[in-house]
């Protein structure tokens, strides 16, 4: 049983040690939006919402997710009685169209939550049964091809089991040709477009398949399913849908029309934990890998990423990277680690999201906050 009496939102800053640049921009100052969640039985815990400042990788940000968890979502849970977290999912989805990050952000919170109350971890919760997961690292877009070649050197000595480059047009087969020439073939190595192409570049595109890449990640815009299965029947090379899984349904989509052979979940990106699951059970009796992809988070996003990995069809190393490729110092304690392999320990045997949060830190990060109570909210469906 959850009861939410409050939910407290904060924005903090937080700034990347280095600026991280995708296909449609950058990103060096990280604004998060942070969700403390207390049960009326006094319990506590905390979630992140995983939106951009900008809508550079789908439409919400950071801004659009404080007003919809505001006005819209966060009135239908405070107050009321659920007696699981399985519930949040489909009362936070009736009539609301979108802002799937928002929505994941109060509902993965409700999880934890839930983890709290009954004394379990957020892994064992969610069916999770592993007790560490591999990690890849994902490389920004560099200035060109030897800073890529010695970042990705460096990331395979450091123990990263897959090593992602994110491409675009003009900084792509250079790119990976280089990459796969200095780490050899035994390398697990991908490519992620964050929808930089369309179909007029198939034929650009297919020149891929000479460098054994595991996989293509989100290559075409999001609703371009059709194009997708075009340059899927084209490739070799597996394509891996990113941005175009917004829930189950379109997982069956790419499965039914061929638009691709992996999928990259995000919690945020999908609307929580109860959809992912959906995904992941999907995608398991298809024979489809998953593997869990990453925001950026801090070390509280990483905690909620960490338990959804360590279900059994993430088969694939997640983007999962340690808090100090990310931050001079995370929010969380202990910070999150990678041992020598590549693999990331999942806290089993702690309760909720399995580490402390830094709250005096986040305090002092903290750029605005407000806090929700059922009274002080108007439902604005009643
Ligand atoms: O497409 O997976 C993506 C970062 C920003 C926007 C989109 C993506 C990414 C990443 C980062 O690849 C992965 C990470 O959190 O380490
Ligand atoms: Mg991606």
Redesign the pocket.
């Known amino acids: 049983m959850i009861c939410l009496d409050h939910i407290t939102l904060r924005e903090i800053r937080l700034a990347l040690k280095e600026p991280?640049r995708?296909s449609s921009g950058v990103?060096a100052d990280r604004r998060i939006l942070l969700l403390e969640l207390i049960d009326a039985g006094g319990a506590t815990t905390w979630a992140e919402c995983v939106a951009?400042q900008r809508p550079?990788?789908t439409p919400e940000t950071i801004d659009t997710a404080w007003l919809a968890i505001r006005e819209w979502l966060a009135p239908r849970l405070l107050g009321r009685s659920l007696p699981s977290a399985d519930v949040v999912h489909d009362i936070l989805d009736e009539n609301i169209r979108g802002h799937n990050m928002a929505k994941a952000a109060l509902e993965m919170g409700c999880w934890a939550l839930e983890a709290e109350t009954r004394d379990l971890s957020l892994s064992q919760l969610l069916g999770g049964t592993r007790a560490s997961v591999p990690t890849g690292?994902?490389l920004g877009i560099q200035p060109a091809p030897p800073l890529l070649v010695e970042r990705a050197v460096a990331a395979v000595a450091a123990g990263y089991n897959k090593i992602?480059l994110?491409i675009q047009p003009g900084q792509d087969v250079e790119y990976v040709r280089a990459v796969r020439a200095a780490l050899g073939d035994h390398v697990e190595i991908m490519a992620?477009a964050?929808a930089a192409y369309t179909s007029d570049d198939i034929d650009h595109l297919v020149q891929l398949d000479a460098f054994g890449l595991l996989m293509l990640?989100?290559p075409f815009g999001a609703d371009d399913l059709l194009a997708l299965a075009e340059l899927q029947r084209r490739m070799s090379t597996a394509i891996c849908l990113?941005?175009s899984i917004t829930d189950v349904r379109r997982a069956r989509d790419m499965i039914a029309l061929g638009s691709g052979k992996i999928i990259?979940i995000?919690p945020g990106r999908v609307g929580g934990f109860t959809a992912s699951k959906a995904i992941h059970d999907l995608c398991a009796e298809a024979a489809i890998p998953v593997w869990c992809?990453?925001?950026?988070?801090s070390g509280i996003g990483r905690a909620h990423n960490v338990a959804l990995a360590s279900l059994p069809n993430f088969s694939l190393p997640g983007?999962?990277?340690p808090s100090a490729?990310?931050w001079a110092a995370d929010i969380v304690s202990p910070e999150w680690t990678m041992d020598a392999g590549g693999m990331v320990g999942v806290p089993r045997d702690r309760r909720g999201i399995g580490v402390d949060v830094d709250t005096q830190r986040i305090d002092a990060l903290t750029v605005r906050s407000e806090v929700l109570r059922a009274e002080s909210v108007t439902v604005a469906f009643a």
């Open positions: 991280f995708i990103m951009f550079i990788y690292i994902s992602k994110k992620d964050n990640e989100q990113d941005e990259n995000k992809g990453g925001m950026l988070e983007d999962l990277s490729r990310y």
